[in-house]
């Protein structure tokens, strides 16, 4: 499986998302009736928009990003090691800047890919349209308009597990524990994001969050290749 990619030429990546604002009363009025219509599709009738703001984090035009961890596989004295590197602040526009700037950089070279899990669906589409709605330019392999399938350069290891049953969904934390990939203990999970963010303020907790899932996504795809993993000691924190 995977035979026609080599892991040092694969990118991987996961994104950290919040509310775009600590609260619903936060919101101009606009946003305010634009959220409360399209939270009615999810809401309970004993649920106000208000109630149900948290999930605003999920959709790029009520949420942003706070943090983009990347990671790449290399060898070093015949033994493989990742290294990680997150971008991360309050300023989305910058943060989206610097890692289009990177990417673009590491796609040029030939036979790149940009792989994460669920990336297709969420990752890749949530980085996209943050950048129109900031102005940012869109690297050439995020701008998939008019390309052909073989053409968009995406590792989806979400795609890869389901091997063609569209109805499945499986996380990748259930995904690393049934595979038997270790992972570090987690202090926070993915609905504690906003939380840390916006009554912390703590970016570096964020950060080492999205690079264990981007270390655990690199496990995932080695293993899909049934190749050893990656000792836990040789993940490096880029500065």
């Known amino acids: 499986m995977l035979d026609q990619y080599k892991v040092e030429n694969v990118l991987f990546v996961d994104i950290e998302t919040v509310p775009q604002y600590p609260g619903f009363q936060d919101l101009d009025v606009d946003f305010q009736q634009l959220w409360e219509k399209k939270s009615s599709y999810f809401r309970k009738e004993d649920q106000t928009p208000a109630d149900v703001y948290e999930r605003a984090g999920i959709y790029a035009e009520f949420g942003k990003i706070v943090c983009i961890s990347a990671g790449i596989v290399f060898s070093k004295n015949g033994e493989r090691f990742f290294k990680a590197k997150s ?17 673009t950089a590491f796609t040029s070279e030939k036979d790149r890919n940009i792989c994460g899990h669920n990336v297709k669906e969420f990752d890749i589409p949530f980085i996209a349209r943050r950048m129109i709605i900031n102005g940012v330019s869109l690297p050439a392999e995020l701008d998939v308009a008019g390309k ?3 053409e968009v350069k995406f590792i989806d290891t979400l795609d890869l597990w389901k091997f063609g049953d569209y109805k499945h969904y499986t996380s990748l934390a259930l995904l690393t ?6 992972t570090p203990k987690d202090d926070i999970d ?50």
């Open 87 to 103: 971008f991360a602040g309050h300023d989305e526009k910058l943060l989206l800047t610097e890692f289009g700037q990177m990417l």
């Open 148 to 150: 052909k399938p073989w």
């Open 177 to 182: 524990k049934i595979l038997n990939i270790p």
């Open 190 to 239: 993915g609905s504690q994001v906003a939380s840390v963010y916006y009554e912390e303020n703590n970016l570096e907790r964020i950060a080492v969050y999205c690079e264990k899932d981007v270390f655990a996504t690199a496990q995932l795809f080695l293993r899909f290749k049934g190749e050893p993993l990656i000792k836990q000691e040789n993940f490096i924190r880029a500065e």
